[in-house]
């Protein structure tokens, strides 16, 4: 062969080579965000749990696992910083509870309502041609300027309060304002539950209607916000007796089994022991035969749950194959708290919940029951962090994160401190896409998150420094975190007394007050909380009981 055919054969393989790089470079992926609700820490089988999670689990096998994934509080606040990538308050949900007739009503940072001060990134995936679908729990303001068709999705079927009947349109009547019906809409206009169908399974089905039915090849931005397991614990009737006998050990047993095999899986510290419990939490050993039984059976249903949930991911993935779309589909799975702690049943402003629902032992996970699993159940599922949903304590904002799909790498565990507003700047870092901060001529304030996209591929990056600090204020509590150091208060933040240090990786249970011992840390972390309250106008009313309604005894 000629030496100048040589050249001619070789400029053409770098001519068809580098075109074919470039349309590849050019695809963009597609990007699957599914949220469980208020799923445990080790409640998964890739996190050390023992209820059959395949599916999820194989996410994690082909892709990234994080340990040190911090959420917010509680649903709303942390939905707030997930779709925007900035602080709550500043995203307008400063608190969860209807601020209506209280002493927040009307200021700044607790409108309860999505903030026009903050840019929701769907909007910028959006402009940008993808197509964007949500499904599920919304739960972050029922205004029309709230709602997700004003927020970047195209289409939309939404619970728009925070949680529902699984199986239809009952909502829960904890207050005025709170309703007896539950609040749904498609696509910015009023919608009724299809009645008698299961509330994960209809989620599912409406991500798949709306993939399935759109048939040009712009990529897609779908959201699978699923209400499951979030009480009342109703699974369906295929799964409801599926754990049948498999709690019996009881809450504190499960709690130490659940950090043994989480240390063994490489999620938690290997070095630490189980942290001493919560004290108002009863022992397994002193509730009567019957007490135990009906706490078994809690924790049965909502076992059952979880593993329907999974099974339906299943189902949902399963479907994109069958599309030829799940080969460039960047899956992310997360929890948007801790595991919850709250009865509302058995709480005094759950009236209209005991005259609605039968909660006798043999009717436990009816439609007919509004079951909810507690604090000692919620505490075991966070194995070994102290306490759940609702606090600032590890236990309330410490998550599950799992990421799979196109260069994504493999079984990883990453143990990097990450937050939940990294999500929105690494969703769009994935898309080949830019935070606008002047988007279509209005002005918004850069992402508080940092990307982590290169960690997905493999590469060694920090995305955070051991200096940065994270400030949260919740419905009175605060902390701020540094490191491996934590300044926390849950009695009452306008008292900086009330402040204690703790370090997280060595003292998970936040047992170990360190503040006299490291002074000079304690003022460096309290500068960078007075800061945070005055950027973000934190408030406290003269009554710190109203500070949190839902607070324990401690």
Known sequence: MS?????????????????????????????????????????????????????????AATGMLFTNFHTGAMCAPSRA????????????????RDVRGTFYEGKWGYENELSSRVLAFPRILQKNNYKTFFAGKWHLGKSQESDPSSQGFDQSFVLMQGASNHWN??????????????????????????????STTVYTDEVLAFIETDDDDRPFFAVASYTAPHW??????????????????????????????????????????LPEGLLHIKPWSELSEHEQKEEERK??????????????????????????KLENTIVVFMSDNGADFLDFYNHPIGGFLRDTYDNQIDNMGNPTSFVAYGPQWAQAGMSPYSYYKGYLAEGGVRAPLVISGPNVVHQKIDNQFLHITDLAPTILNLCNLEYDENFEGKDYPPLLGKTFAQALQGEKVKVHSEEAFFVDDFQGMASVLQGDFKLFNQENPSDESKFGLYNIKDDPGEKNDLSEALPQKVNEMMVAWRNYKEKYKVVYPDDTESLNPYKENQ
């Not at 019906?181 to 910015?188: A, L």
Request: with cysteine; net charge positive.
């Open 3 to 59: 030496i100048y055919r040589i050249i001619i054969l070789f400029a053409i393989f770098l001519f068809f080579g580098c075109n074919q790089q470039e349309e590849t470079a050019a695809v963009k992926p597609n990007i699957l965000l599914i949220i469980a609700d208020d799923l445990g820490y080790t409640d998964l089988g890739c996190y050390g749990g023992e209820i059959n999670t395949p599916t999820i689990d194989s996410l």
């Open 169 to 198: 349109g009952i909502g829960l009547g904890l207050s005025k304002f709170d309703g007896e019906k539950s609040i749904f809409r498609r696509n910015g206009k009023k919608a009724t539950w299809p009645e008698g169908k299961f």
């Open 299 to 324: 924790m049965e249903l909502y076992a059952a749950m979880l593993d329907h949930l999974d099974s339906d991911i299943g189902r949902l993935l399963a479907g994109l194959r069958e599309k030829n």
């Open 81 to 96: 910083m997930l779709f925007t990538g900035q602080e709550h308050h500043l995203a307008g949900w400063g608190r969860q």
């Open 232 to 273: 009342p614990l109703q699974p369906p009737f295929s799964h409801k007796e599926k754990y049948k006998g498999q709690y019996s050990q009881g809450y504190e047993s499960l709690r130490a089994q659940r950090l043994k095999s989480s240390q063994k899986k490489g999620i938690t510290n290997p070095k630490i022991n």
